[in-house]
């Protein structure tokens, strides 16, 4: 396995086990959603409201950034991809769940549910360089700490 190969790997074990994100467009600050999966596809998914800003903003498919932060702080990521709105139901189906029906009143038929769809083109992935191991070699002035941070970082792309 490559670096690369394994900085995805473990970017994408992350992000489905913790599934808070931040995600923006242009004109359209980042805010916090749950991101959803559908299998083991690279697409991610959001469930929000008709009325949010960021779906009111999705007339057409967008450049967007989403940015991640493992909840141990253990890996970092920010993807550059395109949002759209995908109301397909096929797909709502799939990837409803009890958490997302909280917060529809009509369930699957509220008028008010949207489906935003991002598709990852590339990333940068931080895994942290902050351990005890680094800690302890900059104690005792072995390596270099500028080298053990290059190693911790990889630009991977996700199409």
Same mark, same amino acid.
């Given at each position: 396995?490559?670096?690369? !190969? ?5 970017? =994408?074990? /992350?992000?489905? *086990? ?17 991101? !959803?999966?559908?299998g083991e596809r ?15 903003? #999705?007339?057409?498919?967008?450049? *967007? ?22 109301? &397909? ?6 990837? =409803?769940?009890?958490? $997302?029906? *909280? =917060?529809?009143?009509?369930?699957? &038929? &509220?008028?008010?549910?949207? #489906? ?9 992935? =931080?895994?942290?360089?902050? /351990?005890? $191991? ?7 002035? #072995?390596? &270099? ?8 970082? *990889?630009?991977?792309? #996700?199409?």
């Amino acid at each position: 396995m490559t670096d690369k !190969q394994e900085f995805e790997a473990k970017f =994408w074990k /992350s992000i489905r *086990a913790d599934m808070t994100v931040m995600v923006g467009t242009a004109g359209v600050d980042p805010r916090p959603m749950t991101a !959803q999966f559908d299998g083991e596809r690279k697409t991610i998914y959001f469930f929000t409201a008709k009325d949010t800003e960021i779906a009111e903003n #999705l007339t057409r498919a967008k450049k *967007a950034t989403l940015v991640y932060a493992a909840r141990k702080h253990d890996l970092f990521a920010t993807l550059h991809g395109t949002l759209r709105i995908d109301n &397909d139901r096929k797909t709502v189906d799939r990837l =409803w769940n009890r958490f $997302v029906a *909280a =917060w529809f009143e009509k369930g699957k &038929d &509220d008028p008010k549910l949207c #489906l935003l769809r991002f598709e990852p083109a590339d990333a940068q992935i =931080w895994l942290d360089a902050s /351990s005890l $191991v680094a800690g302890v070699k900059m104690f005792l002035g #072995l390596g &270099d700490p500028k080298q053990d941070y290059a190693d911790s970082v *990889a630009r991977v792309s #996700l199409k």
